[in-house]
């Protein structure tokens, strides 16, 4: 099975700041690694796909990039709304997730 | 538009099964595969099975494997997940989600969530 890393598990930041969530899968999965948004007591929200494709409608702030099998989401200028849960996940063989990592406000 | 409706809470006893279903509108069902996820109370996401929609053919973790079944009816743009052999960790918020057509495979719609809980 692929294991997925993610780092941190949590996070604080503020307003206007630039941060990075770090995702490592085990053995080498392409560009099928996805992002999602997850807010209390809401179903997750898809972010971006094959690594680095932003979903229709998600603000150009986030960014995703991809080098071997390190997977990072950077989200620049942080707005309220997006202190929320985060999780990655790769459908290269299954569709398992990484642990989620929880962005707070400082 | 699209839309994805689960069915309501269910709250079972340890050893039963409890079978959850999914609705779907708005584009055509056996286009699109169908997953199962869960996250138990203050967790993370668990991926549980995924079934084709056009032939229902379907993929489980092992460790689901030999108590969960993923089933379709196409005629009624729904799919459906049955666990078996309920046990008090099993307690979850189960989402069904659509998956896109072609890869890098990500999940795009989601169902609202249902809340399974398990205890005696």
Request: charged share 15%; proline share 4%.
């Amino acid at each position: 099975d692929i294991q997925m890393t993610q780092s941190p598990s949590s996070l604080s930041a503020s307003v206007g700041d630039r941060v990075i969530i770090t995702c490592r899968a085990s053995q080498s999965i392409s560009n099928f690694l996805n992002w999602y948004q997850q807010k209390p007591g809401a179903a997750p929200k898809l972010l971006i796909y094959g690594a680095s494709t932003l979903q229709s409608g998600v603000p150009s702030r986030f960014t995703g990039s991809a080098s071997g099998t390190v997977f990072t989401l950077s989200i620049s200028n942080l707005q309220p709304e997006d202190f929320a849960t985060y999780y990655c996940q790769q459908s290269y063989s299954g569709r398992n997730f990484g642990q989620g990592t929880k962005l707070e406000i400082k | 538009q699209v839309q994805v409706v689960q069915s309501g809470a269910e709250g079972k006893k340890p050893g039963a099964s409890v079978k959850v279903s999914c609705k779907t509108s708005g584009y055509t069902f056996n286009t699109y595969g169908i997953n199962w996820l869960r996250q138990a109370p203050g967790q993370g996401l668990e991926w549980m099975g995924w079934i084709s929609t056009d032939r229902a053919d379907t993929e489980y973790p092992q460790k689901f494997q030999g108590r969960i079944t993923l089933t379709i009816d196409t005629s009624a743009s729904t799919a459906y997940m049955e666990l078996r052999n309920l046990r008090s960790d099993d307690t979850a918020v189960y989402y069904c989600v659509r998956e896109s057509r072609t890869s890098p495979f990500y999940f795009d719609y989601w169902g609202q969530g249902t809340l399974v809980t398990v205890s005696s």
